[in-house]
């Protein structure tokens, strides 16, 4: 009882933590596993729940053949015991001429004393042998004659197939991470660059000032660049960061779209020459001048030579 109780508690105890542990690591169980653990429970308590009846039919039999005995004795008769369905059918599963009767089994012929006993196999053992063929008969049939049911290589193929969809719609509804430094760009969304700042002084105003003006960090509102001066080079910056120089890299703690912001709002601190701001450092760094398409002018112009 008391056992019983302990172990109780015991289960109870493991399951807040469990649940705990599930929520932790983000541990999700998926419906196939579901499935596995509700069977295993299901089968687990069908057997404990056979074990019990088999208990108690026997506690029942043995009372009642008791009593059997006990009318049989106050009668005077000897109790006959008659066969049991079980027994009768454990010797019809096992119908195979005992040891005794050997003698009558024995063949013949006779191999430098080695001789041969005619005796069938045990019918639970032909019952297997034809279960197993009645079983390769199905199995042939659903897997390659009516192709019901996927082979190996199907079955494979098909679960890459489901993992490589469940993967591209996971994929699809994170918010747009395709931003890296090759594809940044400036954004000028009033509400996106106030997101930037708020990440700026939230993360980077200790080493950089709110201003930008720079402390242990370097100048952000200055043409001087120790990294390039360009958004994709801000972003990139800011992504890998210079972890020598005391500068980490944001990227495990800022999404792409956060390191994107705050990127643009750095560069429109350009030129706002904040009081105690820093000593330029690095190079300076002059925007390239989006000229309309001057390669396609040029060729216009060499064909038109070419043409005179
Ligand atoms: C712990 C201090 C520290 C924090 C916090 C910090 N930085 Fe820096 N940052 C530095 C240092 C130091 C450098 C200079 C690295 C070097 O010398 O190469 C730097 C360099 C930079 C540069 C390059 C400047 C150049 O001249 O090329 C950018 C851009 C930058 N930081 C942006 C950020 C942003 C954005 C954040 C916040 C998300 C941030 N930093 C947070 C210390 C810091």
């Not at 009593?67 to 599963?93: D, F, I, T, Y």
């Not at 009645?134 to 890459?160: K, W």
């Not at 398409?293 to 060499?302: K, L, N, Q, R």
Request: with cysteine; hydrophobic share 40%; aromatic share 10%.
């Amino acid at each position: 009882m008391k056992q019983k109780l302990i172990s109780t508690l015991f289960i109870l105890s493991i399951i807040p933590s469990l649940s705990a542990f599930a929520q932790g690591t983000s541990f999700t169980v998926d419906s196939r596993t579901t499935f596995f653990i509700v069977t295993g429970f299901t089968l687990i308590i069908a057997i404990l729940v056979l074990a019990v009846s088999i208990v108690v039919l026997q506690l029942l039999r043995t009372f009642v053949r008791q009593q059997a005995e006990k009318l049989a004795a106050e009668r005077g008769e000897e109790l006959v015991e008659e066969e049991s369905a079980w027994s009768k059918m454990w010797a019809k599963l096992n119908d195979f001429r005992p040891m005794e009767e050997e003698r009558e089994l024995v063949l013949d012929h006779n191999y430098d004393g080695i001789r041969e006993l005619d005796n069938h196999l045990p019918p639970w053992w032909k019952w297997l042998f034809y279960v197993t063929i009645i079983f390769g008969v199905v199995y042939l049939a659903a897997y390659h004659v009516f192709d019901t049911l996927p082979l190996q290589e199907e079955e494979y193929i098909s679960q890459m197939e489901e993992a490589d969809a469940a993967n591209a719609a996971r994929l699809a509804n994170l918010p747009e991470s395709n931003i890296d430094e090759n594809n940044v760009t400036l954004v000028e969304d009033a509400a996106l660059l106030a997101k930037g700042q708020q990440i700026f002084n939230l993360n980077c105003a200790q080493c950089h000032k709110e201003s930008g003006g720079g402390g242990i960090g370097p100048n952000l509102t200055d043409d001087y660049w120790l990294h390039g001066g360009s958004i994709s080079d801000i972003y990139k910056t800011i992504k890998v960061g210079v972890p020598e120089k005391g500068m980490i890299s944001w990227e495990p703690l800022l999404s792409p779209e956060q390191m994107q912001n705050v990127s643009s709002y750095i560069i429109t601190l350009k030129g706002t020459n904040p009081p105690g701001a820093k000593d330029p450092q690095g190079e300076l760094y002059v925007p390239e001048e989006v000229t309309p398409e001057p390669a396609e002018e040029s060729a216009t112009d060499s064909t038109a030579v070419a043409t005179l």
